[in-house]
């Protein structure tokens, strides 16, 4: 009775461990980016600047926090908090409902949709480098005119 109860529990922590390490948010995405204008480009209007958090929470999350001014100077504070799990999390302080659905491709890599009123607008792909010193987001899609976008925005860790 004893080896059937030690065979279970090694098999439940076999399947068990694999599946909370793909729920964990990956380390290299955690610290604080700030965009490197230059060197990003795109159909989209660049921002002036944007400055992003992202931290672990309680429970394996993710928050992540975008401090950006627009280009046309308005400054925007957004807060998401997310599970990487592909579910939609809601984004607190855009103009309008909006979610982002993020999910963890690995080690270094991040997918996330985005939807406006429950209508899917763009899908980012965030990468960070090798040596983790940049976070690269390709995003394509339109924007809330309805207008095609594609670009590609460069973060620095700090």
Do not use: C
């Amino acid at each position: 009775m004893r080896s059937l109860v030690r065979f279970a529990a090694l098999a439940v922590m076999l399947v068990a461990v694999p599946l909370v390490g793909t729920a964990q948010v990956p380390q290299a995405f955690i610290g604080t980016w700030v965009m490197n204008v230059a060197k990003s480009s795109g159909s989209a209007t660049p921002d002036r600047s944007q400055i992003s958090r992202w931290e672990t929470v309680p429970g394996g999350g993710l928050k992540i926090v975008n401090d950006t001014v627009e280009a046309t100077g308005k400054a925007t504070h957004v807060e998401t908090v997310t599970m990487l799990d592909g579910k939609e999390a809601e984004r607190k302080g855009t103009e309008q409902p909006s979610t982002r659905a993020y999910t963890r491709i690995d080690d270094r890599t991040i997918q996330q949709v985005t939807r406006v009123n429950g209508k899917v607008t763009t899908t980012q792909r965030n990468t960070i480098s090798a040596d983790g010193k940049t976070r690269t987001i390709v995003t394509t899609g339109t924007n809330a005119a309805g207008q095609p976008v594609n670009s590609t925005t460069v973060f620095d860790r700090q």
